[in-house]
């Protein structure tokens, strides 16, 4: 197998136990972007054009509450600002590549790809097949989205609705954040997003995310100057194929 | 027909999103704590999305053994330290939660 093959398939399967909670949001998006009135061509259409869970689930929220359309875009928008943070933090690491493999990629860089994919980086800064295994990654979650929101849509309200699924994607997120915490100044992010979101939970747009994610990173720079470890920053100017 | 074109629209600001750093990257000045404090994105941003589903129920803190999820949250938690295994916290998490609600 060519080392672009196996790291694509290694971008694959990183995803694989992830994607056990993707589904059940995919199938629960689709059940209530329907419910919400959404025709279901564009409640599809909206997996691959948008391709954003959370601002998937905004925009149907606000679509049943009859909001405008100057709305959604604005709040899609700022639901969905983490992903400059995520386009910060990967940058480095895609820098040797072609424009083009840069836009693939940007495409494919949602909250679950990126978890994988930057985690990964970290450990092998220096590992070859970068771009395939983001690939790869991306991919796995792509098709995984489509299919699932695409079996929601499919069937509907239905007994799924029921069970607690939607409880599948926070402890993803739980198992993906957990081994995050490698030192004390990463905890101390970690339990300052955590109680700044409480707080912050009033406002609009989901700011509460951005406000929590800013004021963790502040916690953390800040933690790490009182000498409790540096940080180890990305090689710049590393290959990456 | 507006909708649709929300969509699009939307959908072209989140490519911009997600693209923006990666080809600005060394064409714009970024200050160095900005730069250093990247490395706590992943894990601020997972607890901003993780808490909120844990500790408020319908927009009001919550915190007692009568939220369900908050138990199972902090278990699977708890399994993912101990085993660092994806599938292994889901499981565990969801059985714990149907296992809350059931008793």
């Known amino acids: 197998m060519s080392n672009a093959r196996k790291a694509f398939f290694a971008g694959v399967r990183a995803e694989l136990p992830i994607l056990l909670g993707v589904v059940p949001f995919g199938l629960i998006y689709g059940i209530t972007a329907l419910a919400a009135g959404i025709p279901p061509v564009l409640a599809q259409a909206m997996s691959w054009i948008v391709f954003a869970g959370s601002a998937q689930f905004v925009i149907a929220q606000l679509v049943a509450g009859g909001a405008p359309a100057l709305i959604v875009v604005v709040t899609t928008f700022v639901v969905n600002l983490r992903h400059v943070l995520y386009s910060a933090s990967v940058a480095p690491y895609v820098q040797p590549l072609a424009a083009r493999w840069k836009r693939l990629l940007a495409y494919l860089l949602t909250d679950e790809a990126y978890a994988v994919v930057i985690s990964r980086f970290r450990e092998a800064p220096e590992g070859p097949g970068k771009r395939w295994f983001f690939l790869?990654?991306?991919l796995a979650l792509w098709a995984t989205w489509q299919a699932s929101t695409a079996v929601g849509i499919?069937?509907?309200a239905s007994v799924l609705a029921s069970w607690p699924l939607d409880f599948a994607l926070p402890l993803t997120f739980i198992a993906l954040a957990v081994p995050a915490v490698r030192d004390g100044a990463a905890a101390a992010a970690a339990v300052t997003?955590?109680?700044?979101v409480i707080v912050a939970?009033?406002?609009p747009h989901r700011l509460d995310l951005l406000v929590a994610a800013g004021a963790g990173a502040a916690a953390?720079?800040?933690v790490e100057a009182m000498g409790i470890r540096p940080a180890p920053e990305p090689a710049r100017g590393e290959r990456a194929e | 027909m507006t909708l649709w074109l929300a969509v699009i629209v939307a959908g072209l600001l989140t490519y911009g999103q997600r693209l923006s750093f990666i080809a600005l990257w060394g064409r714009l000045p970024m200050p160095s704590g900005m730069r250093r404090g990247?490395?706590?994105?992943?894990?601020t941003v997972l607890m901003a999305l993780i808490v909120p589903d844990l500790f408020l129920r319908?927009?009001?803190?919550?915190i007692s053994v009568g939220n369900e999820r908050l138990l199972a949250g902090l278990s699977a938690a708890l399994v993912a330290w101990r085993t660092r295994n994806v599938l292994v916290t889901i499981v565990a998490g969801m059985a714990s939660l149907l296992l809350l609600k059931a008793v």
Do not use: I, K, N, T
């Not at chain 1, 997003?193 to 700044?196: F, I």
């Not at chain 2, 990247?38 to 894990?43: A, E, G, H, I, K």
């Open chain 1, 154 to 156: 499919f069937l509907g």
């Open chain 2, 38 to 43: 990247l490395r706590f994105v992943p894990v």
């Open chain 1, 201 to 203: 939970a009033g406002l």
């Open chain 2, 58 to 62: 319908e927009g009001a803190l919550v």
């Open chain 1, 193 to 196: 997003a955590g109680v700044v």
């Open chain 1, 136 to 138: 790869g990654a991306g």
């Open chain 1, 220 to 222: 953390g720079l800040a």
